[in-house]
Structures are given as C-alpha cells and as structure tokens.
C-alpha cells in the first residue's frame, strides 16, 4: 500500500500562486506515475496534471496549461503542483493520486487540501 498526504492549500486572491505538496510513504518502489486531479462543489473530479515517476514525462489539462506546473522529488518521494495565476474558478479540493502502472488507473489518494482563490 501506500499513503499520499497533501499540504500547501489555502487562501489566494485571484492571479496569485500556491505551491502543493504530496508525500508519499509506504510501498513507494511500486509507484509509476503520480498525479493532480479536483473537484469543486457539485462537480466531478477533474484531472489536473500527471507525471511519469521514472521517465518523467508530464501531461496537463488544458484548463491549467502554462499556468501550472508538475515536478517530483524522488529522494524525498514527493510530488509538486506549482500554481500560478490562479483563477475562481480553480477553487477546489486539489487530491494528489498514485499508480502502480504508467497505463493503468490511478489507485491510491490523498485526503485532499482544500484551494480557495478569491475574486
């Protein structure tokens, strides 16, 4: 198994930037991609951004491209979104996710940190 804890949500105003943090534990060895994805109220969750553990190859939604940014620390297994020019509508609960596969699903989740961005 493993745990994904995200931090670094909070308060922005609009075309300001926040930088999330997600560290993994546990079965590390077994993660070949990690990923980005939110949800806001009464929506469904969205992917935000992906990338490759070991090639890493990175990915975005077109909602957040060239405004967003995915990096990983490998000796601190530990994942990145660096956001900036932050919009309304990007208020959400931001969910960091693993998977054991490049091709595959998505298999382990956060808890979520919570994205406000102020108008």
């Known amino acids: 198994q493993v745990q994904l804890v995200e931090s670094g949500g909070g308060l922005v105003q609009a075309g300001g930037s926040l930088r999330l943090s997600c560290a993994a534990s546990?079965?590390?060895?077994?993660?070949?991609?990690m990923g980005w994805f939110r949800q806001a109220p009464g929506k469904e969750r969205d992917f935000v951004a992906h990338i490759n553990w070991n090639g890493r190859s990175t990915y975005y939604a077109d909602s957040v491209k060239g405004r967003f940014t995915i990096s990983a620390d490998n000796a601190k297994n530990t994942v990145y979104l660096q956001m900036n020019s932050l919009k309304p509508e990007d208020t959400a609960v931001y969910y960091c996710?693993?998977?054991?596969?490049?091709?595959?699903?998505?298999?382990?989740w956060g808890q979520g940190t919570q994205v406000t961005v102020s108008s």
């Open positions: 546990g079965n590390t060895l077994s993660i070949a991609k």
């Open positions: 996710a693993a998977g054991a596969t490049s091709w595959g699903r998505y298999t382990y």
